[in-house]
Nanobody
Framework: QAQVVESGGGLVQAGDSLRLSCVAS????????VGWFRQAPGKDREFVAA???????YFADSVKGRFAISRDNAKNTVYLQMNSLKPEDTAVYYCAAGIGATITRAYGYGYWGQGTQVTVSS
């Protein structure tokens, strides 16, 4: 019955900003960590950012200084604020919930959203 749903993707120009939202329900809403991953065509799924229940945050080197992650406990929602977007940020972005054993690896998460497309034009 756990569910994770992402939204907020779209087509933007380089330098623009987007905010992605992730709503967790059922057992996913009680996960220790919520993470964001992305996957471009023909490439492996890549860690982007994560936030724990104690508000510890993690970022991939490629997005440090540009992206921010936050959560609203009342809404069971995690946000990924993406600033200064680059064409290389183009990918399907997935939200996932897990117990936090392996925060930067996809296999550490048990619940996944359907993905939302982010396309950044040059």
């Amino acid at each position: 019955q756990a569910q994770v749903v992402e939204s907020g993707g779209g087509l933007v120009q380089a330098g623009d900003s987007l905010r992605l939202s992730c709503v967790a329900s059922g057992r996913a809403s009680s996960a220790y960590v919520v993470g964001w991953f992305r996957q471009a065509p023909g490439k492996d799924r890549e860690f982007v950012a994560a936030i724990t229940r104690t508000d510890t945050t993690y970022f991939a080197d490629s997005v440090k200084g540009r992206f921010a992650i936050s959560r609203d406990n009342a809404k069971n929602t995690v946000y990924l604020q993406m600033n200064s977007l680059k064409p290389e940020d183009t990918a399907v972005y997935y939200c996932a919930a897990g117990i936090g054993a392996t925060i930067t690896r996809a296999y550490g998460y048990g619940y996944w959203g359907q993905g939302t497309q982010v396309t950044v034009s040059s």
